[in-house]
């Protein structure tokens, strides 16, 4: 499975992006994430969402004002960001899990996407 991401860019802090992330193949049966890694930083959780859409799981840096969704006959994940942020700044992957549910570990994920940049001004 192949995952293209796509809808960071530079905004100003308080303001909103909304990311997406493609599959080349259907990940119905499986959870799907967000995860982002800010320079000197390791890779974090951001959000994860169940197979179905139903369950939904967060970071606490990010609850209240980021929002994950999933659109399965299309293959795709997004990621609603409101009320960014400076600290919110990282390159922000999408991946697949393992398993069906809404996992928030790395390797609980078995493919990801090359990432896109999103930069919060201050």
């Known amino acids: 499975v192949q995952l293209q991401a796509s809808g960071g860019g530079l905004v100003q802090a308080g303001g909103s992006l909304r990311l997406s992330c493609a599959a080349s193949?259907?990940?119905?049966?499986?959870?799907m994430g967000w995860f982002r890694q800010a320079p000197g930083k390791e890779r974090e959780f951001v959000a994860a969402?169940?197979?179905?859409?139903?369950?939904?799981n967060y970071a606490d840096s990010v609850r209240g004002r980021f929002t994950i969704s999933r659109d399965n006959a299309k293959n795709t994940v997004y990621l609603q960001m409101n009320s960014l942020k400076p600290e919110d700044t990282a390159v922000y992957y999408c991946?697949?899990?393992?398993?069906?549910?809404?996992?928030?570990?790395?390797?609980?994920?078995?493919?990801w996407g090359q990432g896109t940049q999103v930069t919060v001004s201050s």
């Open positions: 991946a697949v899990g393992r398993y069906g549910s809404a996992r928030s570990g790395e390797n609980e994920y078995d493919y």
């Open positions: 193949a259907s990940t119905f049966r499986y959870g």
């Open positions: 969402i169940s197979w179905s859409g139903d369950s939904t």
